[in-house]
């Protein structure tokens, strides 16, 4: 199924979601608004490294983000592997693969919208602001 953020389609594999496709556009479009920080959908995770990853990513808290290189240490693996996983994501926003960031960038979104949407869900959680002398998004000073 595909669900509309700020002018993107983005693809979500229903199939790993023990919900019906009403609840899970229904909480979306509620993180969307702000009106939510977590979703309650049952989402089925592999039993491997991609599973590992999804669950590392499910643990960051809205508005925080960890760098592939902080996974790939908790994971005891590569970066480029996580990022690697973190594109693979088939549940993108459910399982918040966007606050997986590089150590000096953004890093890369693999979900329709690129960085352009990656941004705006980082900023939505308040985990970047617009730099308007740079014009691109950064980290907040805190």
Not at 41 to 57: C, H, I, K, R, T
Not at 89 to 112: E, M, Q, T, W
Not at 116 to 136: P, Q, Y
């Amino acid at each position: 199924m595909n669900v509309e953020l700020w002018g993107h389609a983005v693809g979500i594999d229903e199939s790993r979601i023990d919900a019906p496709e009403a609840e899970i556009r229904e909480q979306v479009a509620a993180y969307v608004a702000g009106e939510r920080r977590t979703f309650d959908l049952p989402v089925a995770v592999p039993d491997d490294f991609g599973g590992s990853v999804m669950d590392a990513m499910a643990s960051i808290p809205y508005g925080e983000t960890r760098t592939y290189g902080d996974l790939a240490d908790e994971l005891d693996t590569a970066a480029v592997a996580v990022g690697q996983a973190c594109g693979a994501n088939p549940v993108p926003i459910v399982v918040p693969c966007h606050r997986v960031v590089g150590a000096d960038s953004l890093g890369g979104y693999s979900a329709s919208g690129g960085l352009e949407l990656k941004e705006r869900l980082l900023a939505l959680e308040g985990s970047v602001e617009r730099d308007a002398t740079l014009e691109r998004f950064v980290r907040p000073t805190r």
